[in-house]
């Protein structure tokens, strides 16, 4: 009670403390719009979906609005000196003698919020783009729905990269979900899609759940939750986990792990991966845009924002290492099995997440932050090729019953670009993917213990078979002899006279767009540091200007001599960083190979090895377990829903049969059940309650009278012994 | 008691009233015509009337009469009523008898 009454004390007498106090620079205060835009896109689409639109329009204002929000990021780029806040309005100033929580809504702006903004945005209007042709079916019914929901999810994502604090991360993080169970639910007459939608939230609840605590211990340690006064406090104390003992004890230990439960999460790691595969029910631009290129790197985006307090559990890092590893290695088993392209697409994602949090794991935040961007290029790629495919085919994803697309009239873009998005994914020498996931694989080997090494060799072994199941798809589908099955999203067309339906000119335009974005997205690499002692290029000098600057390779540390070397670790003798290029580069041509031979030079030996698997006792379980994605599914089903299940179904027991039944009904019905004894003397003739009323009178007449003898009367029987 | 009949006694009066309340009860319970079963009721009444008269006489108390004149007053208003609602019954059902009225429980 004191506590409060001195907070609204204070708060009175104290005038809320100006946000244009923290503000070093010439604020850009337009760059607010890069996050209203998205807002108002989403208004006015929903004015369109209350006037009931039947045209394009809903599709136009969003994408006019993401393109200048686009535009205003690449400004606030050219413009950007140095870390800043600019400020929106007050949001939440509480103040008291002990301390203060502000959480302003504001926005952060450093070369790592620029860096996901500008593939954000800089996706997000060529997905819109795409989907203008690609949703076209839905005019007019929920064609504004569909980019409305992208409108909020551009709005929530911009909040949570660019927000000022951890509070506002943390309503764009609640956002993105939102925004997800929106579109993963798009199809909402269809049951599959409504639970997928449903998986995808509760799944992400858990993660959120850790999120929300580490911001609670987060402030109650460090007594703020803004970005640049955390900052400092780091910067005071050197980064080092002994000097934070006066912080006190647990709260330091546990907020990592917090903070790693969110980004699992999110990003759809071990062991709450489950609902991103199922959440391929929405339609493909927004598994494209959501799915695989921006929202699921939010986990990565909050480690790297986070990476100091990474640094004060001395198992924080491995532990995210082993588990980006493991996730990696595991999905990309579930891919190899799959038939369904989309559905290897999403294990694909989740395994390349993994690579992602290997390499914040291993002190590579800077691989980590470069293949998250060339991912979100050649992964929008590879599923609008494959969105292209399901639209032309009406629905087919099984990559068994189309074959032969790259000599299909009118397919050609498709194929190619979907060449180009499977080159990066399989880290093809000098593609983007290649440049990006070696600077990962090769940091495995150079940080020392917690068998890394191990995990470095698990890896590698790991972008092989990502290198076999990305072709496998590749030499399916677009290769071999023309054949084809149409899916059964027909809308009416005669399933015997089906013809493909090629993409036109939307669809193919953007595919070479972001295509060639996953080209030119190896460029950076090759850029030159500014930065003296760094090296990685453009990504290095973006995230060197962020908390996640430790995990940046320099020119002093990476190329040691002498004395320091034995501390470097090596493969094979050799440094890692100049060995991974051939290492990787041969384990993915490896992969490619036995793609080469299974899919396309002799597809029937795929089919051999398969059934000699599976008739051998042996060797049952491997394709078994792949193919129904290892079981944890049913796994969780049974360890987790199961159980639930049925305290629901006790409770729901107790409620119906003891607060239902006996409480509420039974105190409600006593009334009823005596009134039955006396309801016959009711029986409407006259004369029967004269009796009643005479027997009554009579009664209490004889009792009047001999009152005193039935007392004596009473007291004899009862109390007989008694004088 | 009854030895002179010039000196009647509470007794007496007390009697009386108890037999008209009683021929008053039977006749209300075992007739099959409305209007007897209500004259019955006003038979009652009456008992009760004398009894009031008579116990007022007793005690020197004119509480008694005033409480008759009372009975009596809502008496006729009852009889008023009870007759036109007699009628009415009649119009309605062409009987009297009060079984034919049976539904009118609940």
């Known amino acids: 009670m004191n506590a409060v009454h001195l907070m609204l004390q204070t708060l009175i007498a104290t005038p809320a403390v100006q946000v244009s106090e923290l503000v070093h620079q010439v604020t850009p205060n337009w760059a607010q719009f890069i996050l209203w835009l998205p807002l108002i896109s989403l208004v006015l689409c929903g004015v369109c979906a209350a006037l009931k639109v039947k045209s394009k329009a809903p599709a136009l204002i969003t994408i006019i609005c993401l393109a200048s929000s686009f535009v205003l990021t690449l400004m606030l780029y050219l413009g950007y000196e140095s870390a800043q806040v600019i400020p929106i309005f007050d949001w939440i100033q509480v103040k008291w003698s002990g301390g203060s929580f502000i959480a302003n809504f504001a926005l952060y702006v450093d070369s790592l919020t620029l860096l996901w903004m500008r593939f954000v945005t800089g996706l997000g209007t060529p997905i819109a783009i795409y989907s203008l042709e690609y949703m076209e079916h839905a005019i007019g019914k929920g064609y504004a729905r569909f980019f409305a929901g992208v409108s909020v999810f551009l709005f929530a994502m911009s909040c949570l990269v660019m927000g000022d604090n951890l509070l506002m991360l943390y309503l764009g993080w609640e956002g993105v979900g939102f925004a997800s169970y929106w579109l993963i639910g798009y199809f909402y007459q269809r049951p599959a899609a409504v639970a997928a939608a449903k998986k995808a939230f509760i799944v992400n609840r858990i993660g959120d759940l850790g999120l929300a605590l580490a911001i609670y211990l987060i402030w109650s340690t460090f007594g703020t939750i803004q970005y640049d006064e955390i900052a400092t406090i780091f910067a005071s104390h050197q980064e080092d986990a002994g000097s934070f003992a006066s912080f006190g004890g647990w709260t330091v230990h546990a907020i990592p792990y917090l903070l790693m439960l969110a980004a699992f999460g999110k990003s759809a790691q071990l062991p709450l991966y489950v609902w991103l595969p199922d959440a391929m029910e929405g339609p493909t631009p927004v598994s494209a845009l959501i799915h695989a290129a921006t929202m699921v790197t939010a986990g990565v985006y909050l480690i790297a924002r986070t990476y100091p307090f990474f640094q004060l559990d001395d198992y924080a890092l491995p532990t995210v290492a082993w588990v980006g590893g493991l996730t990696a290695l595991l999905a990309a088993t579930i891919a190899m099995a799959q038939y369904d392209i989309k559905r290897i697409m999403a294990y694909s994602t989740v395994s390349q997440l993994g690579f992602m949090f290997l390499g914040l794991g291993v002190l590579s935040s800077y691989g980590a932050a470069y293949h998250v961007f060339t991912h979100a290029f050649f992964k929008a790629v590879l599923f609008l090729t494959c969105g292209a495919i399901m639209h032309g085919f009406a629905g087919q994803l099984d990559l068994r019953k189309v074959s032969g697309l790259r000599k299909m009239r009118g397919w050609k873009i498709v194929s190619y670009t979907m060449l180009v998005g499977c080159l990066c994914l399989a880290g093809f020498p000098f593609t983007s993917g290649y440049f990006s996931k070696d600077a990962i694989l090769a940091e495995a080997f150079v940080t020392p213990g917690h068998g890394f090494v191990v995990l470095g060799w698990m890896a590698i072994f790991t972008a092989g078979l990502t290198a076999y199941y990305t072709f496998r798809v590749w030499f399916r589908v677009c290769c071999g002899p023309q054949h084809f099955e149409a899916g059964d999203e027909l809308h009416g067309e005669d399933p015997a006279s089906f013809r493909p339906h090629p993409p036109r000119l939307a669809i193919n335009f953007v595919l070479i767009a972001i295509a060639s974005g996953a080209i030119l997205a190896a460029l950076p690499y090759f850029m030159e540091n500014e930065t003296t002692g760094l090296k990685g290029g453009w990504v290095a000098e973006m995230v060197n200007d962020s908390p996640a600057k430790k995990g940046v390779p320099s020119a002093s540390t990476t190329h040691l001599a002498g004395d320091d070397a034995a501390h470097h670790g090596s493969i094979l003798g050799m440094d890692p960083h100049k060995a991974m290029y051939y290492i990787s580069a041969v384990v993915g041509m490896i992969g490619l190979g036995i793609a080469f031979f299974f899919h396309l030079a002799r597809r029937e030996a795929a089919d051999t090895l398969r059934s000699n698997l599976l008739a051998r006792r042996a060797t049952r379980w491997l394709p078994t377990a792949m193919e129904n994605k290892w079981y944890v599914d049913e796994f969780y089903i049974a360890v987790i829903r199961t159980p639930l299940w049925i305290l629901g179904k006790l409770f729901a027991l107790i409620d119906r049969g003891i607060i239902d039944g006996l409480l509420v009904n039974g105190i409600a019905g006593l009334p009823r059940s005596v009134a039955k004894w006396f309801s016959p003397l009711h029986n409407g003739a006259v004369q029967s309650y004269g009796v009643s009323m005479v027997g009554g009178a009579a009664l209490v007449i004889l009792l009047m009278m001999y009152m005193t003898e039935i007392m004596s009367f009473l007291q004899s029987t009862l109390f007989g012994g008694m004088p | ?106």
Not at chain 2, 24 to 30: D, H, K, N, P
Not at chain 2, 37 to 53: D, G, N, Y
């Open chain 2, 1 to 106: 008691m009854l030895a002179s009949f010039g000196a009647a006694t509470l007794a007496s009066y007390l009697i009386v009233s108890g037999i008209l309340l009683v021929i008053g009860i039977i006749g209300f319970l075992v007739r099959r015509n409305l209007i007897v079963m209500f004259l019955c009721t006003e038979l009652m009444f009456q008992a009760a009337a004398i009894a009031f008269v008579a116990v007022g006489r007793y005690y020197l108390d004119y509480s008694g009469q005033v409480m008759v004149i009372f009975i009596l007053t809502v008496a006729a208003a009852e009889a008023a009523l009870a007759l036109a609602l007699v009628v009415f019954m009649h119009r309605q059902r062409d009987s009297l008898d009060p079984d034919v009225y049976g539904e009118l429980a609940e």
